[in-house]
């Protein structure tokens, strides 16, 4: 299974109107917005992020605008790995090859300026993006700007080694780490993982881990089982799904297999629809 990647025609649901809107930046017209019309020169748009949003953004851009819009596009990675999905490469499903997309195409098939750096900081009086390549610094111009650099991890306060306790939040190395870790899983083991204080990137990503982890130590018949420590009262993301009944992962089924347990601050329970939740609470987090 290969991620979807935003480089290729591989939908057309979207129509030029609507993707503008979308951006933020149509005007009038029903086909291009304003800054497109003849009487101005190409407009200089740079896109920061190469990511799904981000390099849509700039591919529709650049195919839309039909060369009345110059694109960049600054990415700091040579490539993109993806984290939709990601949490399949920690169970063994996918591998890293199939979470990672190039970015070949966007220049030589729809001529967008592809700059490996980081941006730094952005002028919005001189429209200006300062960006750091590793020939040195550059400043690119720009007309409109998009910001889509994606996602981070915050370092935890105190003497936290990401190393021993990868999070893998986003994905790359931690990712490898994360599931060579789990591949060492023991019979009887415990998967232990700590959902933040919402707001947070991908609601879902910290309770679709903790699913597809219970269900790969039951695959493997290890017996053991998944402790998720909540920061927050409830769950903050599709809490049906998550918290529908499902056995194989049910502290109250009779299989021997493993359980995904949850607790949170308030020792969260569940709603009575959802007496054999997936992700059911054990004791409030301290």
Not at 62 to 86: D, F, M, R, Y
Request: net charge positive; aromatic share 6%.
């Amino acid at each position: 299974m290969k991620t979807p990647s935003p480089f290729t025609d591989t939908t057309t649901a979207l129509d030029r109107r609507k993707f503008f809107q979308i951006l933020g930046l149509a005007g009038a017209s029903l086909t291009l917005p304003r800054f497109l019309s003849a009487a101005t020169p190409a407009a200089r748009v740079v896109v920061v992020g190469a990511g799904f949003g981000g390099a849509t953004a700039a591919k529709y851009l650049s195919l839309w605008g039909k060369g009345k819009v110059q694109v960049t596009l600054v990415e700091a990675n040579p490539q993109h790995l993806s984290c939709i999905l990601s949490n399949l490469v920690v169970t063994g499903a996918l591998g890293m090859a199939d979470i990672t997309i190039g970015l070949e195409a966007l220049p030589s098939k729809y001529g967008i300026t592809l700059v490996t750096g980081r941006a730094m900081s952005v002028n919005p009086v001189a429209r200006t993006l300062d960006v750091s390549t590793a020939s040195g610094s550059t400043s690119l111009p720009y007309d409109h700007l998009i910001l889509a650099p994606g996602i981070d991890f915050i370092t935890p306060a105190g003497d936290y080694n990401a190393e021993l306790t990868p999070h893998a939040w986003v994905a790359g190395p931690q990712t490898t780490l994360l599931r060579n870790q789990l591949a060492g899983l023991k019979k009887k083991g415990v998967f232990l993982m700590n959902i933040p204080k919402a707001p947070y990137r991908c609601p879902p990503g910290p309770y679709e881990r903790a699913c597809v982890v219970a269900d790969y130590i039951k695959r493997k018949r290890l017996g053991g089982k998944v402790i998720v420590c909540d920061a927050n009262p409830g769950i903050t993301a599709e809490p049906v799904n998550f918290g529908s009944t499902s056995p194989a992962f049910s502290p109250t089924s009779s299989s021997p297999e493993p359980s995904a347990w949850r607790t949170s601050p308030s020792g969260w329970k569940p709603s009575p629809r959802n007496t054999e939740s997936p992700l059911s609470p054990v004791a409030p987090c301290p």
